[in-house]
């Protein structure tokens, strides 16, 4: 019996970075099913080999260049699933239990069709296309992808039992007859608050991402506003050609958290008010700004951290940042809101049904 032979699961994760939001997501998720149900687990990425046994994550074998650039190339993102679908395949036919772990986007019906069956799937991605067509790319994420993601439930519902999304984006999607089988929210199971600083050294850090469902428009215009007050504002991740702003470029994911740590106020990106770089400055107790269409919609952080502005109005933007509370700091603390997804935790890792290797 070879190595390979001796796991009850064998996983194709498309990035298992410990930096980037999808390598963060699967890691978590796999790290905890391995812990609750016991199983020791293998995991193929082109970041490298990984295994996992009673949620401790070990290194086999990685390629380290993969594991230090913030973008994938467009072959990573597009064919590195179909190598998947492949692998995952292979290891079917060889009788073992099999695991399609992140680049799970609910549009991306190849991959639901076409998965060897009694495939486990980790959190489901995606969100609804809410904005003005402004062009063809658009255009397509509005009615195409609408379109793709009914044919993707359907198959998506047929392969498991219940479902974990990573938000709650797509809730609208999911029919009554199936409600009662997924759950919203995973990406909270993240939250992990840290011991609170009181020293503030930064105003603002920005976390950038050059891709068109980022809201970098009127995020930018907000921060000509901050830059014209005199406020300090440092930026990770792909370059900010703002003038006045401090670009720092890549950075990992521990060396963001130390900074944030010392950050007063962060800006959510706009497509969702739980991303990991948000998580990450709740759980370091710096403060959030959303545009204000989230108000009443953020259930699990205290109301103290959060700030709502209306992004076009720069009037009630100055009057934000004269307030005199624009100083003071509290500590992040999770609201009763929290236990529900404690409580959908429970349920759905209790009740998932997973295949695991045929042994004899």
């Known amino acids: 019996m070879n190595l390979k032979s001796k796991f009850d699961l064998y996983c194709w994760a498309c990035d298992f970075s410990s930096n980037r939001g999808e390598g963060i997501l699967a890691r978590h998720y796999i790290q905890k099913l391995s812990k609750i149900k016991k199983k020791k687990i293998y995991i193929k990425s082109p970041d490298g080999i990984y295994t996992v046994d009673n949620g401790i994550n070990k290194k086999k074998k990685v390629n380290n260049k993969n594991l230090s650039r913030l973008n994938l190339s467009f072959n990573e993102n597009y064919l590195n699933p179909l190598i998947g679908i492949i692998y995952l395949w292979i290891n079917y036919f060889k009788f073992r239990g099999v695991c399609y772990l992140n680049f799970l986007p609910l549009w991306n019906t190849i991959l639901f069709i076409f998965l060897p069956p009694k495939t486990h799937l980790g959190p489901i991605t995606g969100f609804i296309f809410k904005k003005k067509i402004k062009g063809f790319n658009s255009f397509l994420r509005k009615y195409l992808n609408n ?113 944030l740590k010392k950050t007063k106020f962060v800006i959510n990106s706009g497509e969702n008010p739980y991303n990991i770089f948000t998580i990450d400055a709740f759980n370091n107790h710096s403060n959030i700004i959303y545009e204000d269409f989230f108000l009443n919609k953020i259930n699990y952080f205290n109301k103290e951290k959060l700030f709502y502005l209306n992004f076009k109005n720069h009037n009630s933007i100055l009057k934000f940042l004269n307030k005199r509370n624009f100083t003071k700091m509290s500590k992040s603390k999770l609201t009763k809101g929290y236990r529900v997804i404690q409580g959908a935790d429970a349920t759905y890792f209790k009740g998932i049904k997973i295949t695991y290797t045929h042994t004899k």
């Open 147 to 259: 379109f793709l993601f009914k044919i993707s439930a359907k198959f998506l519902f047929l392969r498991q039992n219940k479902i974990y999304f990573s938000t709650d984006l797509l809730k609208a999607l999911i029919n009554k007859n199936n409600k009662k089988k997924t759950f919203f929210n995973y990406l909270i199971n993240l939250v992990e608050i840290n011991k609170y600083i009181k020293e503030k050294k930064y105003n603002f850090l920005i976390y950038n991402r050059n891709y068109s469902v980022k809201n970098n428009i009127r995020r930018n215009e907000l921060l000509k506003i901050i830059l014209s007050m005199g406020l300090k504002i440092i930026v990770v991740g792909d370059q900010l050609t703002l003038k006045g702003v401090k670009n720092l470029g890549y950075l990992s994911r521990e060396k963001i958290s130390f900074l």
